[in-house]
């Protein structure tokens, strides 16, 4: 039996799997795909790699998250920073978004000269730091358990609690209460924010939407690709002795007298405790009893998700690219698309 198995590896599910596996537990993978990386992972068509979801990284300084993650297990991936971050064609203009804070602000105020655009941008820069802040010192996020709030209020992040509030207002409220209002910029602040935080201004909380609207300032690419990364903490995984089992799709999960047990299309497998990496409607098909009825009752609550239409393709040519990313605003509106 072991102690932990995780279902899917995805990026969690390795990374899950590796912290465990390095503090001495007995772990194993169980991924359908015959591929890691999940939603970062990757396929092959002639010469030529394309990656299939996720095509940057952030939070990757020693301070952040992922960086803590690489230093604590010790991987050094081969990053690209890309710088401008993107250029968003508008039908009459480009917009750069560059990665340095100054330029940005230039850049912004040259397209939106609006009263309190440079206070609005502040404000966000401002909120992103104290935000990565905060996740660096808390690991209960979101707290569920008493204990979880006590740690969220200590004394150490009583210089946070400003931010707090800043949850419940949405980017919408702030902007009119700067007086900003301006269509082509909310519209620029919408398509910005359903890449980085698959919402919109009327709806995106002001701390989550300062991380995604500070994403372009810290953009990396892995060199190789989206998956490189996850290779790595893989190949650490497996020096500890952690077992990973491909195309092999967990079916059922039934919790037992002190353990589960996980069917799969293959076998059956037994452990203390389960990780799952896979969607949350997915956990609703595939459980039973109490545990169902929680998944169930999620899955009901986001009853829809926004979602990609994806075509690749390679282009042969000697133009030097100004930046790696760019997003184009269509001059006219494409039937079932945004």
């Not at 394309?50 to 301070?63: N, W």
């Not at 100054?102 to 104290?130: D, G, Q, Y």
């Not at 609207?213 to 690709?225: D, K």
Request: charged content about 20%.
């Amino acid at each position: 039996m072991e102690d932990w198995i995780i279902i899917g590896a995805g990026y969690g599910g390795v990374a899950a799997a590796s912290l465990l596996q390095k503090r001495g537990f007995r772990t194993t993978i169980l991924e359908a795909h015959k591929l890691i990386g999940g939603c970062a992972s990757f396929y092959k068509r002639k010469d030529f790699l394309f990656d299939v979801g996720a095509t940057t990284f952030s939070g990757i300084l020693p301070s952040q998250p992922i960086g803590k993650l690489f230093l604590e297990l010790g991987v050094h991936p081969d990053f690209y920073k890309v710088d401008p971050g993107m250029i968003i064609k508008f039908p009459d203009r480009d917009i750069i978004r560059y990665a340095d804070e100054s330029k940005w602000l230039a850049e912004v105020n040259k397209h939106f000269p609006e009263k309190n655009m440079t206070k609005f941008w502040n404000r966000i820069f401002r909120l992103e730091k104290l935000a990565w802040n905060f996740i660096a010192e808390n690991g209960k996020i979101p707290p569920r358990s008493l204990s979880d709030f006590i740690s969220l209020i200590k004394f150490t992040n009583i210089n946070k609690l400003p931010m707090l509030p800043q949850l419940f207002r949405s980017v919408s409220t702030e902007l009119n209460s700067l007086h900003i209002k301006n269509s082509h910029f909310e519209k620029f602040l919408d398509e910005q924010l359903m890449i980085t935080t698959q919402s919109k201004s009327k709806i995106a909380p002001m701390l989550t939407a300062a991380l995604g609207l500070a994403y372009p300032s810290e953009t990396y690419y892995p060199m190789g690709g989206m998956y490189k990364p996850a290779e790595l903490i893989l190949a650490k995984y497996k020096e500890e002795k952690g077992n990973l089992i491909l195309k092999e799709r967990v079916i059922s999960i039934t919790h037992k007298s002190g353990f589960y047990e996980l069917k799969t299309e293959n076998g059956t497998y037994n452990a203390k405790g389960i990780i799952s990496n896979i969607p949350i409607w997915n956990m609703a098909e595939i459980t039973e009893g109490e545990i169902q009825k929680y998944f169930t009752k999620i899955a009901k609550k986001y009853y829809t998700a926004p979602g990609a239409f994806t075509i690749n393709f390679a282009i042969e040519s000697n133009v030097d690219l100004p930046s790696l990313y760019f997003q184009v605003h269509s001059r006219i509106p494409i039937p079932y698309c945004e």
